[in-house]
T-cell receptor, first 114, second 109 residues
Framework: IAGITQAPTSQILAAGRRMTLRCTQDMRHNAMYWYRQDLGLGLRLIHYSNTAGTTGKGEVPDGYSVSRANTDDFPLTLASAVPSQTSVYFC?????????????FGPGTRLTVL | GQNIDQPTEMTATEGAIVQINCTYQTSGFNGLFWYQQHAGEAPTFLSYNVLDGLEEKGRFSSFLSRSKGYSYLLLKELQMKDSASYLCAGLDSNYQLIWGAGTKLIIKP
C-alpha cells in the first residue's frame, strides 16, 4: 500500500442499514480525518483523530461514529443510514496538528442511501 | 462564523493566465491552503501560505493578504489538464481546515 486506501469504492445502501467505510494509511501519520463532499458545498469535517486512541467531532458528526484503535486505520460507521447521508466520503491524514500540515486524501467512497 | 468564499466557476483559454480569488473568515488563522481536485478524484495539495506575499511554484503561484482576509491562486500558461476544481481552505485556531466550495475551472482550446 502507498498512501491512503478506502473501501468500498462505491456502495448503494438501503435506508436503515448499518455501514462501515474503511480507511487505511501507511504513512504513519498521527492525524486522520473523515470528510463528506456534496455538490455545491465545501468539504465538511465529520470526525477526526489527532492520534491513535483519541477522536473528536467535526462540523457534521450526527449519525456517524469513528474509532482509532491503531495508527493506520480509521473506520467510519453509519449506524442507521438515511438518504441525506448520500455523499462522497473522503478520508485524509496528516503528520500531525500544527501549521503547514498538508492533508493527504484517499480516493473516496461514493455512497448512495435509498 | 467561519466562511470561505470563492467563485463557483471560471473559464479561461489554453495558454492564458487565470487568477482564482478566495476570501476567508476563520476563528484565528494559521494559514491558507489551495488544493486541486479533478472530477471524480481526491483533492491534492498545491500550496500553503501563512505570511503575506506571493509564493511561486512553477506555473502556479499563491498570494496571501492577512489584513484583507484574501488569497488568490494564479495559474500561468494554462494547459487542458488544468481543468479541475480549485479548493481554498483556511486553517483555524484549532488547526482544522475550513473549506470553500471550490472553483470549477474550465479550459477552452
Amino acid at each position: 500500500i502507498a498512501g491512503i486506501t478506502q473501501a468500498p469504492t462505491s456502495q448503494i445502501l438501503a435506508a436503515g442499514r448499518r455501514m462501515t467505510l474503511r480507511c487505511t494509511q501507511d504513512m504513519r501519520h498521527n492525524a486522520m480525518y473523515w470528510y463528506r463532499q456534496d455538490l455545491g458545498l465545501g468539504l465538511r469535517l465529520i470526525h477526526y483523530s489527532n492520534t491513535a486512541g483519541t477522536t473528536g467531532k467535526g462540523e457534521v458528526p450526527d449519525g456517524y461514529s469513528v474509532s482509532r484503535a491503531n495508527t493506520d486505520d480509521f473506520p467510519l460507521t453509519l449506524a442507521s443510514a438515511v438518504p441525506s447521508q448520500t455523499s462522497v466520503y473522503f478520508c485524509a491524514s496528516s503528520s500531525g496538528q500544527g501549521p503547514y500540515n498538508e492533508q493527504f486524501f484517499g480516493p473516496g467512497t461514493r455512497l448512495t442511501v435509498l | 462564523g467561519q466562511n470561505i468564499d470563492q467563485p463557483t466557476e471560471m473559464t479561461a483559454t489554453e495558454g492564458a493566465i487565470v487568477q482564482i480569488n478566495c476570501t476567508y473568515q476563520t476563528s484565528g488563522f494559521n494559514g491558507l491552503f489551495w488544493y486541486q481536485q479533478h472530477a471524480g478524484e481526491a483533492p491534492t495539495f498545491l500550496s500553503y501560505n501563512v505570511l503575506d506575499g506571493l509564493e511561486e511554484k512553477g506555473r502556479f503561484s499563491s498570494f496571501l493578504s492577512r489584513s484583507k482576509g484574501y488569497s488568490y491562486l494564479l495559474l500561468k500558461e494554462l494547459q487542458m489538464k488544468d481543468s479541475a476544481s480549485y479548493l481554498c481552505a483556511g486553517l483555524d485556531s484549532n488547526y482544522q481546515l475550513i473549506w470553500g466550495a471550490g472553483t470549477k475551472l474550465i479550459i477552452k482550446p
